[in-house]
């Protein structure tokens, strides 16, 4: 088989995997059920990328590259250091529900700690983000005297503020009655984006002292 027709009939692969995918909100799809969509044979998945994971390694790598995207997108805009926190925390809300695997998918790789997966989560999407966030804190600075955060651990914050709430969805839903809809996700973006802006707005906080806490010997003295 050509290289055309084999890249022809990956992207149908991808494609039929990422609509599967979106329509089970996350849930995982067989190999039979992608060709089925994609009106290929099975056989293609182990031509095109090797195993079901290879697969899915793929599907993820792609939707990593479009979040990264619509970083640089944003970075290019001409708005506000603020508006562009505002809007990038609005963005990581909705593309947990337009791209519901995205979570799944990548802390399946994470927690099984494959060196060359990391790696490559890193240089997706984790690496890009993480220098979009020391940007965008130095700008703020600069510009409205935001105070200084670790970018590194920034990243780490604001993604986590956005992902509870899709992670633990069977919690909102039969917990406290709530559905993921439209109007649930602009609020809770508006609220998340108010916490984080107060936060980078706030006064500087206070200095952190090293205690030994964490050590039952020291506790003991």
């Known amino acids: 088989m050509s290289s055309r027709p084999a890249n022809q009939t990956a992207d149908k692969l991808l494609q039929a995997a990422?609509?599967?995918l979106v329509e089970r909100s996350?849930?995982?799809?067989?190999?039979?059920?992608?060709?089925?969509?994609?009106?290929?044979?099975?056989?293609?998945v182990k031509y095109c990328f090797g195993s079901k994971d290879g697969l899915l390694d793929a599907v993820l790598?792609?939707?990593?590259?479009q979040l990264t995207g619509e970083l640089q997108r944003l970075a290019?805009?001409?708005?506000?250091?603020?508006?562009?926190?505002r809007r990038h925390v609005a963005e990581v809300a909705r593309n947990y529900v337009r791209v519901p695997y995205v979570n799944r998918?990548?802390?399946?790789?994470?927690?099984?700690a494959e060196p060359d997966a990391v790696d490559q989560i890193s240089a997706s999407f984790a690496v890009p983000a993480r220098d979009w966030y020391a940007q965008l804190l130095a700008?703020?600075?600069?510009?409205?005297?935001?105070?200084?955060?670790?970018?590194?651990?920034?990243?780490?914050?604001?993604?986590?503020?956005c992902e509870f709430l899709f992670s633990a969805r069977p919690l909102l839903e039969r917990g406290f009655g709530e559905s993921i809809d439209g109007d649930l996700v602009e609020r809770f973006s508006t609220q998340i984006?108010?916490?984080?802006?107060?936060?980078v707005h706030g006064p500087p906080p206070p200095?952190?002292?090293?205690?030994?806490s964490c050590d039952p010997e020291g506790a003991a003295r």
């Open 18 to 20: 990422h609509d599967l």
């Open 193 to 199: 984006a108010e916490l984080v802006i107060g936060g």
């Open 207 to 212: 200095a952190i002292v090293a205690t030994d």
């Open 26 to 44: 996350g849930q995982s799809a067989s190999v039979s059920e992608i060709c089925a969509r994609a009106e290929v044979n099975v056989a293609m």
């Open 76 to 85: 290019g805009a001409d708005l506000t250091p603020e508006s562009k926190l």
């Open 105 to 112: 998918l990548m802390n399946e790789r994470l927690l099984a």
């Open 61 to 65: 790598e792609r939707a990593l590259r």
């Open 139 to 161: 700008d703020g600075r600069a510009a409205d005297g935001w105070r200084s955060f670790d970018p590194t651990l920034f990243f780490f914050a604001v993604i986590g503020l």
